[in-house]
C-alpha cells in the first residue's frame, strides 16, 4: 500500500462518517477519494471506480427515495425536514455530535406539533419520519461499507 492508497483509504473512513452525519457528503466523499486512486492506478482501476460510484449512486437514491414515499404518504411535509435538518445542523456545532442527534428529532417534533395541534400525533409523525431517515441512513451506510469494501479489496490484490 503506497501513500495514496493511505489517503484514500482516510478519506472513505471519513466519508463512511458523512453518512452517519450528514454534515459532511459522505458518498461523495467516497466517490472522490476512489476517483483519485483510480487516477493514480490507472488500468482496471476505473472498473472498480464505476462500481464504487454505482453503488453509492444507488445508496445515496435509495436513502431519499425509500423512506421518502412512506413519509410523504403519512403526511409529512418537506418544510418539516428542512426546519428539523437546519436545527440538526446547529444543533450539531452547538453540542458537537450529540447536538444532531437531539436538535434533529426535537426540530421535527415541534415542526410536526406545529402542524397537528396534538402532542400525541405529532409524536407519531415525527417517530415515522425518524424511523424513516434513520432506514435511509442505514441503507446509504450499507451500500458505503460495500463500495468501501470494493476498493479495498482491488487495492489489496493489486498486482
Do not use: H, K
Not at 458518498?27 to 453509492?56: E, F, K, Q, R
Not at 453540542?95 to 402532542?119: I, K
Amino acid at each position: 500500500m503506497d501513500l495514496v492508497a493511505v489517503g484514500v483509504g482516510l478519506a472513505i473512513l471519513v466519508g463512511l462518517v458523512g453518512i452517519v452525519l450528514p454534515v459532511l457528503p459522505g458518498s461523495a466523499i467516497i466517490a472522490l477519494a476512489v476517483l483519485v486512486w483510480a487516477i493514480d492506478t490507472g488500468g482496471w482501476a476505473w472498473a472498480v471506480l464505476a462500481a464504487v460510484v454505482l453503488m453509492l449512486a444507488a445508496g445515496w437514491s435509495a436513502s431519499y427515495v425509500i423512506p421518502g414515499r412512506r413519509v410523504a404518504v403519512s403526511g409529512v411535509p418537506r418544510s418539516s425536514f428542512v426546519v428539523a435538518g437546519l436545527a440538526g445542523v446547529v444543533g450539531f456545532f452547538v453540542l458537537p455530535v450529540l447536538g444532531l442527534l437531539v436538535f434533529f428529532p426535537a426540530g421535527l417534533y415541534l415542526m410536526e406539533y406545529r402542524r397537528l395541534r396534538d402532542p400525541a400525533a405529532a409524536w407519531a409523525s415525527a417517530w415515522l419520519a425518524i424511523r424513516m431517515t434513520a432506514l435511509g441512513m442505514l441503507i446509504e451506510l450499507g451500500l458505503g461499507l460495500l463500495a468501501a469494501a470494493t476498493w479495498l479489496v482491488a487495492e489489496l490484490t493489486a498486482f
